[in-house]
């Protein structure tokens, strides 16, 4: 590497030479300007880039003669370039633009790249922008450097020789930032529509715009997510923070996101520096068809500036304008549609934010690209709802798209595809606009089922429901043998005037229908006849009374007083359907036939009833296992020396003890957390380091004196998911109470420092991670360790919603463990600090008197304990006195606590014992009490 001279400048950039620049966060601005400033003794050089998040001055008039842009993505500024002819535009799928610059025809001369310093290991990185700058680097005969220290240092295969440097300038200057896309209430819509779509456990790209922004956001609550994709943003990074991305289930490249760029904002360039759970590759090899699909369940989410009635998709013109770029959604949506369980989703608004142009349209403006072929996209959105389109005929197809496009636009294009022969003349205009979600997911115990009305592009769809019928149900639910469902009638049960009468329809993820629910208005206008049909495969499940109930709520807002409905005498299923939502049947109509009449009001009392019990299938709590262990021989692994007192030797005793309890007591399988969720309650470079300690064979963390080994980082992780998933287990009614033997301990960590034998707080990670996932609010964190807790106690000092009760020896450890005369007004936190050779009478009194009653005030929703087994007497760290005895009534105090509050809601989580008979003795009679299933309120 050498330093530029700025004179030097016409002799690196001969006549006719091909510069590539650099571009999205990476723009070496500092290093363009530097050469403009040469401009004039410039000839004819094309400059080739990418989209850039700053300004692209070499398209100034006065750089006209000598420079000339050829760019693969335009932002507005060279847009408007291209139309007055200054500049080109050449489209081309990501995937591809290395191979043009590797084999041509765009082979690069010169590239100008952003990088970090050189590392130790004389690497620098490219930082936030591999993509397309790789291939530019490595095929350029002079590379040119703007080296900034303010640059990330990125995984993957982001790093450079610095000997490939040719020349360089330092320059250090903040990430130019994106902000965040505006939202408004059509795209939260849209966002919602499409998060329906989408599974847990599905892998993720998104490209560029506020639609697909939109559906980042609406994805909070989902669970095991993971990330491939060209572009990493802010939205991604709240994903990985909420718990919604793991990347556990990536069957390709699992626990790590897979990006080639990163743009966002400071605070997103901070995450991924050094972030070892994010990789950053070249574009051709990301946005590879055949790596995308390795991923099972791969969902591409990207915008359009138009789709045609037949799913044509327009992404980089409007007409003659072009306008961005093909960027990935080439690679991405054939990906995805290769993939497994894989979905291309397109998303946009119905109408243009520009003009209020329709942007679904029975024809493409003259002149506009196809960048997607019809056959290539599986789903489009808008804020009206989902055209699922793949394998669909163009009657379908069009039938779908003008469902979900403005409702003003919907006339004109049925009228379009009518004088093109797309759709028969039976087919009418659908109903008016839907300013709110028409339809949502419900879990049923046989999966997941979208609720929504039918609409009549269902036509197919119903068709399909009929004749997959046996003949049994279609006597019940027609009344006699009907052999064929023409086209046309299917249309018009399907083509519901939904503001006059109501139908439903359980669909499952294939879109297959499943159930139909429907009133029919009377003349009158307060009663109205109901029908219901479930599927021979999903009966059973509850589909029928959550249809009745939906009704119901929609017949109440109408006015609508009573429902009816005629059944055949040998319909015993719909006939105790009725009853059960309060109907009344007097004298049968006739032998074959029976009446009833259901008030709505009685349907929606029961409705909430029925329809928890059938959606959430919990178990009673007399058939949830009182108990559940997690043990792992694997802890072991964690080699602190046969001398020290935190040894293997000591948990392998009570691991075998745990063995030997009766084989009735559920065991719990354990998990390894992720990198994402040890950053619930660290920090980012403190999660680093220990990962390189580890890595560098060092015998103790430097933050402190943690002793370490090869695998003690692989052990930590493990612990902490194995508590996790204890936690889980709780949550999901498994089983009540688990007690989780792991090492190393944790409640000595603090957010960014290992100490006291501790390297990750399992118990405050986890109380995080329970309020992430679950509508928890108040976390109770009881710690009886002989230690003070000094790492919980500072990661919840400013969180009133975790309550810390620390029962330990006074001055045994360090921390501010005195301070409990007075609890602090803005802190949940009560340390109890006994006189050294206190037994369990002055325990059990500062329970009774003290901590348990701040505890019955807090109202805990869940309660950890931080099981340490030092204080028993005898143990060679501890002073105080403990019986075994003291251990099971505290653990009944605690019981009895979590039963009246939490739901019996509790997690226990090995912490210190070091005496290992002392510790299994404790730890044993602590188990046995939290096996009891009659607890006295201790209260």
């Known amino acids: 590497m050498k330093p530029l001279n700025p004179e030097d400048w016409p002799k690196l950039l001969r006549p006719g030479s091909r510069v590539f620049i650099g571009g999205g966060a990476a723009m070496p601005l500092a290093l363009v300007r530097s ?103 490595t095929t350029a005969r002079c590379v040119i450097a703007q080296v900034n220290p303010q640059m990330p240092r990125t995984g993957g295969n982001s790093l450079i020789p610095a000997s490939k440097i040719h020349y360089f300038i330092e320059q250090d200057m903040p990430l130019p930032e994106t902000l965040s896309p505006s939202i408004d209430k059509r795209h939260e819509l849209l966002g919602d529509y499409a998060a329906q779509l989408i599974e847990d456990g599905s892998t993720l790209q998104v490209g560029l715009g506020n639609s697909p922004e939109a559906v980042l956001r609406a994805l909070h609550q989902h669970r095991h997510l993971g990330i491939h994709t060209g572009m990493f943003t802010n939205a991604f990074m709240d994903l990985i923070r909420k718990g919604a991305v793991d990347n556990s289930r990536k069957s390709f490249k699992q626990w790590k996101s897979i990006a080639s760029h990163v743009l966002g904002s400071r605070e997103l360039y901070q995450f991924v520096h050094e972030n070892p759970d994010l990789e950053l590759h070249p574009s051709d090899w990301v946005n590879a068809s055949d790596r995308i699909a390795r991923n099972e369940r791969m969902v591409a989410i990207n915008g359009a500036r138009m789709v045609d009635l037949t799913g044509q998709v327009v992404r980089d013109s409007s007409g003659h304008h072009f306008y961005g770029g093909v960027g990935s959604l080439q690679d991405f949506s054939r990906g995805a549609g290769a993939s497994k369980d894989g979905k291309p989703i397109m998303v946009l608004t119905s109408r243009s934010d520009d003009d209020n142009s329709a942007r679904i349209v029975a024809d493409l403006a003259p002149g506009s690209g196809v960048c997607t072929s019809r056959s290539d996209i599986h789903h489009v959105v808008t804020e009206y709802g989902v055209a699922s389109i793949f394998g669909r005929s163009i009657r379908e197809r069009v039938a779908r798209l003008v469902e979900i496009a403005h409702p003003d636009d919907r ?99 294939k879109g297959a229908l499943r159930a139909i629910g429907r009133y029919y208005l009377d003349a009158s206008g307060d ?28 017949a109440a807002e109408r006015g609508i007083q009573n429902f009816w409905a005629t059944v055949l005498q040998k319909n015993h299923a719909m006939a105790a359907l009725f009853e059960q939502a309060g109907g009344r049947s007097e004298d049968p109509i006739s032998a074959a036939e029976r009446h009833f009449d259901i008030p709505v009001s009685g349907v929606i009392s029961r409705h909430r009833e029925i329809q928890e019990r059938i959606q959430s299938a919990q178990p009673s709590q007399a058939d949830i296992p009182a108990l559940g262990l997690h043990y792992n021989v694997f802890y072991e692994h964690h080699d602190t020396g046969s001398d020290h007192p935190e040894s293997a030797l000591r948990y392998r005793k009570l691991r075998e003890a745990l063995e030997a309890l009766p084989a009735e007591i559920l065991r719990l399988p354990g998990r390894r957390a992720s990198t994402s969720e040890v950053l619930l309650a660290h920090e980012a470079y403190y999660q680093d380091l220990v990962y390189r300690d580890v890595e560098s064979f060092a015998d103790v963390l430097r933050t402190g004196d943690t002793a ?10 493990e ?11 709780v949550m999901q009614q498994t089983v009540k109470r688990v007690f989780c033997a792991v090492r190393p301990p944790g409640h000595h960590a603090t957010a960014d420092r290992g100490m006291g034998f501790c390297i990750f707080n399992h118990v405050a990670i986890a109380a995080n991670y329970l309020r992430k996932h679950y509508p ?144 299994v003795s404790a730890a044993l009679a602590h188990v046995q009490a939290m096996r009891e299933t009659a607890i006295k309120n201790a209260y």
């Open 527 to 554: 009663t109205a006849e109901v029908a219901f049909v479930v599927h021979e495969a999903t009966r059973r499940a509850g589909m029928a009374n959550v249809l009745i109930g939906e009704l119901a709520a929609v």
């Open 708 to 717: 370490i080994s090869i695998d003690s980082y692989d052990v930590a992780l």
């Open 411 to 509: 006339e004109e294009l049925l009228k379009g595809a009518w004088n093109r022969g797309w759709v028969p003349k039976f087919f009418t205009m659908p109903g008016g606009a839907r300013d709110e979600l028409e339809s949502k997911m419900i879990d049923f115990k046989i999966g997941r089922f979208q609720l929504r009305p039918l609409h009549p592009s269902d036509m197919s769809v119903l068709q399909h429901f009929f004749y997959s019928h046996d003949e049994e149900t279609v006597r019940l639910r027609y009344g006699h043998h009907r052999e064929q469902m023409s086209g046309e009638s299917a249309y018009k049960l399907a083509a519901v005037d939904q503001e006059k009468d109501v139908a439903l329809g359980v669909f499952d993820r």
């Open 719 to 729: 612990a902490t998911g194995s508590v996790l998933a204890a936690a889980d287990a």
């Open 776 to 919: 928890l609010k108040r976390i109770a964190i009881v710690d009886w360790d002989v230690h003070f807790g000094n790492g919980t106690e500072a990661i919840f000092a400013e969180d009133p919603n975790t309550f810390y009760l620390s029962l330990h020896e006074s001055g045994n450890y360090s921390g501010n463990s005195d301070s409990h005369k007075e609890r602090p007004p803005s802190q949940a936190t009560l340390n109890l600090a006994l006189p050294k050779g206190s037994g369990s009478g002055e325990a059990l009194a500062a329970w009774d008197t003290t901590g348990g009653l701040a505890l019955e005030a807090f109202k805990p929703e869940f309660v950890f304990i931080s099981a340490g087994f030092d204080a028993r007497k005898g143990d060679p760290l501890g002073g105080l006195n403990w019986e075994d005895e003291t251990y099971v009534e505290l653990t009944r105090r605690v019981m009895a606590l979590a039963e009246k509050h939490a739901e019996g809601r509790i997690v226990s989580v090995l912490e210190g014992g070091y005496n290992p008979a002392g510790l």
């Open 35 to 137: 050469m403009l400033a040469r401009a004039h003794q410039l000839k004819d050089i094309e400059l080739v880039h990418i989209h850039s998040l700053h300004a692209s001055p070499w398209i100034a008039a006065e750089y006209e003669s000598m420079l000339r842009t050829n760019s693969f993505f335009l932002t507005p500024d060279v847009s408007e370039a291209v139309s007055r002819g200054q500049a080109d535009y050449t489209p081309c799928p990501m995937s591809m633009v290395p191979r043009l610059f590797r084999e041509g025809p765009l082979q690069v001369d010169v590239a100008l790249v952003e990088i970090s310093p050189p590392g130790l290991d004389g690497n620098c990185s490219l930082g936030v922008s591999v993509d397309v700058v790789q291939a530019a680097v």
